[in-house]
């Protein structure tokens, strides 16, 4: 019998729970993320790993972490999961070009990584529910920088006992990832647009997930609250399946031996996805540096290099605007294991992050985040990324991962570390087709999204994705629009909460 993995928050109180509870709830309710109380080893060799399929690897990394759901369990998520949804058997390729390997995490239903975590989320939350026996329907409540909300839509349409409410900032993300959201059926979905960018999205639903009063009446009515944001475990742990998935396909192909270390580059923003990374080298997979890739807002870079967190600074609406973030929440979480678990030290810097918009490490934590590379890429040298890989290669990468390629080749010149390296390729170039082909031909600038995939098909070699084919004749089903201050009123209005 395996030793049950408990969870325990951030800001250190409520104790531990078990992994079902961390899911459900979602955040902790002291405000704080759940982590795990020790990071487990994964003790297989990595020979024996690199003979795994995707889902049988996937089997193997959440049973660590998720110890109070039988393998049975698991197995049954995962297959549910990572089905024939994705378009490729391997669900995750590792491709090369340019002396770059590119692990392509965007072949699910919608077209970028957040499909990876949240293809399996919907089940993971149904056998939390069961195992809690809590009876009610869970409503889960996200913000979105334009992709996660989709994938979550997609996730959880049409499941029963479950609501879905995803709030997106109406003018900051991408022709195609609105039309994705707005479009969306299913009698259980909800998208609403808001007058403000992704952090007022975040800060609004964090706002109402540690709400005693509003928790208390949601219960009453027979609703719990719950996230499809990276906030959630359930989210995070998926994530580190594929960092294991890359690194063993590197090993399989033979561009490199067991053991070897490669480096990771990952397009950044909420710091989900590169935290998965930190959790997979922690647990022994050998990665050497994890190169965070930001875009012009760059709060990372500054962060990184200097120990402080300024989030008193503009804010660029961008052409990777799933990157647009200024408050990184999973952040916290890599504070709570540099701070070597000192919960106190962390409520004080999110304190001081929540009052005064900045926050300073002291030298003895920074030096503890030596693990960690950072770089940013401007709106023009992320253009011109995705111009010389396609010149050089014919590769046409989106300009989410473009900034992670421009990032990697600014830091193998500055550092002259020339260690293999991983860049993560968080969505398909249909995604935005725009941005990437008028950063090849200034001639496509300010054309309709829609009109051009025929066009991305011709440069690419690869045809219109069914996920993206005729995303313009469906009907918009969701036109509501709030402010921040009126969204905690908007989900009321939908969960009928007025009046008792
Ligand atoms: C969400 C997203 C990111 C940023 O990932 P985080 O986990 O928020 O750091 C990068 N690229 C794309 C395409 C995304 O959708």
């Not at 669900?91 to 002396?99: D, F, G, K, R």
């Not at 690869?462 to 969204?487: D, F, N, Q, S, Y």
Request: glycine fraction near 8%; proline fraction near 5%; charged fraction near 20%.
């Amino acid at each position: 019998m395996m030793k049950q993995l408990l969870y325990k928050s951030t800001r250190g109180e409520g104790g531990v729970v078990d992994a079902a509870a961390a899911i459900l709830q979602g955040i902790a309710p002291d405000g704080g993320l759940y982590v795990p109380a020790a990071i487990p080893a994964a003790a297989w060799p990595l020979e024996e790993l690199a003979q795994l399929t995707y889902q049988e690897l996937a089997c193997r990394i959440l049973s660590l972490y998720f110890t109070c759901f039988s393998r049975e369990e698991i197995k049954e998520a995962v297959n549910k999961a990572y089905d024939a949804k994705f378009a490729v058997p391997e669900i995750a390729p590792l491709v090369t070009h340019n002396n770059i390997h590119f692990l392509e995490l965007f072949h699910g239903p919608t077209l970028a990584f957040k499909d990876m975590a949240l293809s399996i989320l919907p089940h993971l939350l149904k056998l939390a529910a069961e195992k809690l026996g809590t009876g009610k329907e869970i409503v889960i409540l996200t913000a979105t920088s334009g992709d996660t909300g989709k994938a979550a839509l997609e996730g959880f349409a049409g499941v029963a006992g479950t609501r879905i409410i995803v709030f997106f900032p109406q003018h900051g993300v991408s022709e195609v990832q609105k039309r994705q959201m707005i479009t969306q059926t299913g009698d259980n979905t909800h998208v609403i647009g808001i007058e403000g960018n992704f952090d007022d999205a975040q800060s609004g639903v964090k706002a109402m997930f540690t709400d005693e009063s509003l928790r208390r009446r949601l219960d009453s009515h027979g609703y719990l609250f719950s996230s499809a944001n990276s906030i959630n475990i359930g989210r995070l742990v998926p994530q580190i399946v594929y960092y294991y998935w890359a690194y063993l396909q590197l090993v399989r192909k033979g561009a490199i031996a067991a053991g070897e270390a490669v480096n990771m580059v990952v397009p950044t923003g909420n710091f989900g996805n590169i935290l998965a990374a930190w959790y997979a080298r922690s647990m022994g997979l050998p990665l050497a540096r994890l190169i965070c890739a930001s875009n012009s807002n760059n709060v990372l870079f500054d962060f990184f290099t200097t120990g402080v967190y300024n989030r008193r600074r503009p804010f660029y609406v961008t052409i990777s605007p799933s990157m647009d973030i200024l408050v990184s929440s999973n952040l916290e979480r890599l504070l709570y294991h540099a701070a070597g678990e000192n919960s106190q030290l962390v409520r004080s810097w999110m304190e001081d992050l929540a009052q005064k918009g900045v926050y300073t490490l002291p030298p003895e934590v920074q030096n503890r985040l030596n693990a960690f590379a950072a770089g940013y890429a401007s709106e023009e040298e992320t253009k011109e990324a995705i111009r010389s890989l396609y010149a050089a290669s014919g590769y046409l990468v989106d300009p989410h991962t473009a900034v992670g390629v421009f990032v990697l080749e600014k830091y193998r010149q500055e550092s002259g570390d020339s260690l293999p390296a991983v860049v993560a390729a968080t969505a398909s170039p249909y995604k935005f087709p725009g941005a990437v082909l008028s950063a090849l031909d200034p001639q496509f600038a300010g054309q309709d999204d829609f009109a051009l995939f025929g066009e991305l098909a011709k440069v690419t070699g690869i045809p219109v994705p069914p996920a993206a084919a005729g995303l313009e004749k469906r009907p918009v089903v969701h036109t509501t629009v709030c402010r921040r201050e009126e969204m905690q009123q908007v989900v009321e209005d939908i969960l009928g909460l007025a009046g008792r």
